[in-house]
């Protein structure tokens, strides 16, 4: 099912999302992006059942939304000068 290791598969994730928002996709679609890169990359990366693979696709991809959010959130208050 699903290894500890697959969870490196989040920061590519970020990658492809980054790639897509330099490509021209609007930043408010980066989650949906990433959804959509976890459902594809746990479907057809990682073995199992299509069940299995929608539910691992949905956390990394929502792991890989949140973690991108998050620090962008931490860049932006650094940088305005917040605590």
């Known amino acids: 099912m699903f290894a500890l ?13 980054e790639v897509f928002k ?3 996709v609007p930043a408010k ?8 890169c976890g459902l594809l ?3 057809f990366y ?5 069940k299995e693979g929608i539910i ?7 792991s890989a939304s949140g ?3 998050g620090s962008k959130n931490i860049i932006e208050k650094k940088n305005n000068g917040g605590d």
């Not at 290791?5 to 999302?17: E, Q, R």
């Not at 990682?46 to 299509?50: A, D, H, T, V, Y």
């Open 67 to 69: 973690l991108y959010s």
């Open 56 to 62: 691992i696709g949905l956390m990394l991809g929502l």
């Open 29 to 36: 679609y980066s989650s949906f992006v990433a959804v959509a």
């Open 5 to 17: 290791y697959d969870v490196a598969i989040i920061p590519l994730i970020i990658g492809v999302v």
């Open 22 to 24: 330099r490509g021209g």
């Open 41 to 43: 990359f746990s479907i």
């Open 46 to 50: 990682l073995p199992g059942s299509i």
